[in-house]
């Protein structure tokens, strides 16, 4: 199955876990990812905070990329499919964007990674991939702020309780506990700049994570993982509880079900999931 495909900036850079076990799983289910050619930053986070015409511009010149290509266009980055989403939206409307051709058809879809792996390529599909059932796995599932709202911009059915990772997580074995934070902020855009606050929303989602009964966490966006896997080791110190919660991103987990050698990502988390993953059997 062919589709258009934009990496963003993280996935080559502070989450390359997500971009190579991406790259990993397509091959597996026979994805042909089509990076769009001379495909540009997309703005997020900083451009939409300081300029509106010019985060509308950085996102919408790689839509009129995708636009000459036709195909529906495959997002991993929460942030990334968040402005490209916005710029679509604004296309729609019939209201220009600077650096857009009137030309603009916009016939195809954008779909974050986690939506266009549970419903178009479906359940069974997947299933029939698993090598290694994720037995004795208890994760919960974290979206985030930016998969499914603003739901006037994503045109997501339920953006309070949605259930592409849960689903996926459920098709490769794992007993996937259910909690009601999973689209809480966990404050990714305030750790430079307001650390004060976005430390205890990290820590409430730790918390939150630990009386569900989770062992990990599985995410699909670079700016929660950097946020839940990097800060755990200065809660703990400010805190005196030990936080020791493996953070995963979904493709890592179809990887590691579906055979794929996941050890080369495993050993760049800031939490070690290898212990954990050990004990259970799956390593």
Known sequence: MPVSYYPGCSLEGTAREYGESTLDIARVLGIELKEL????????SSGHITDDSLALALAARNLGIADTVGLDLVVPCAACYSRLKTAEKRLRSGRAIVGIPDTYQGNYRIMHLSQFL??????????QHVKHPLDGLSPVCYYGCLITRPPDVTGAVDP???????NIMTALGADVRRWSYKTDCCGASHMLTLPQVA?????KLLDMAEEAGADSIVVGCPMCYTSLDSMQETIS?????????????ITEMMGLAFGEPVDKHLG??????RPLLSQKGLL
Do not use: K, L
Request: charged letters at 30%; a negative charge; aromatic letters at 10%.
């Open 37 to 44: 050619s001379d495909w540009s930053c997309c703005g997020a």
């Open 118 to 127: 549970w419903e178009d390529i479906g359940e069974e599909t997947i299933r």
């Open 160 to 166: 309070d309780n949605p259930e592409s990772i849960d």
């Open 199 to 203: 430390i205890p929303m990290i820590q």
């Open 237 to 249: 110190q400010e805190t005196g509880h030990e936080y020791d919660t493996p953070i995963f991103f």
């Open 268 to 273: 760049r988390h800031s939490v070690d999931p």
